[in-house]
Nanobody, 125 residues
Framework: QVQLVESGGGSVESGGSLSLSCAVS????????MGWFRQLPDKTREAVAT???????YYADSVKGRFTISKDNAKNTLYLQMNSLKPEDSAMYYC???????????????????WGQGTQVTVSS
C-alpha cells in the first residue's frame, strides 16, 4: 500500500527555520514527480515546490530563495528545508506524488494522486 507520512512541522518565530520530511513507502516503481503543497486558512491548496526523477525542481515565487526541496532515494524520503520563514508561510504542509514528471513543471493539485496526512507549520510574528 502506497503511503506518504510527513513530519517536522511545528511552531517557529518569523525568520526561523524548519525542515519537513516525507517518508514514502509501498511504491513498486520509481516516482516521477514529488512535491510539497500547503493548505492556507481559506482552504486553498497551493504548490510550494516539486522535484522530478531527474532532480529538476520547481518553486513557487513566494518561497524562491528561502525553501529547498530535495530527496534521498536510498531512504525513500522527500525533504523541504524552509528558511527565513514568514507568518504567511503558516499552513498545513502536504507531500504528494504524481505519475509523470511533466506534472512537476506547473504543479496542480488535481495532477497529484497520492497525498500524505499533512504537518502543521505555524510562524509567529
Amino acid at each position: 500500500q502506497v503511503q506518504l507520512v510527513e513530519s517536522g512541522g511545528g511552531s517557529v518565530e518569523s525568520g526561523g527555520s524548519l525542515s519537513l520530511s516525507c517518508a514514502v513507502s509501498g511504491y513498486p516503481y520509481p516516482i516521477d514527480c514529488m512535491g510539497w503543497f500547503r493548505q492556507l486558512p481559506d482552504k486553498t491548496r497551493e504548490a510550494v515546490a516539486t522535484i522530478d526523477n531527474l532532480e529538476m525542481t520547481y518553486y513557487a515565487d513566494s518561497v524562491k530563495g528561502r525553501f529547498t526541496i530535495s530527496k534521498d532515494n536510498a531512504k525513500n524520503t522527500l525533504y523541504l528545508q524552509m528558511n527565513s520563514l514568514k507568518p504567511e508561510d503558516s499552513a498545513m504542509y502536504y507531500c504528494a506524488t504524481a505519475d509523470d514528471r511533466v506534472y512537476c513543471v506547473h504543479p496542480q493539485v488535481y495532477d497529484f494522486g497520492v497525498w500524505g496526512q499533512g504537518t502543521q507549520v505555524t510562524v509567529s510574528s
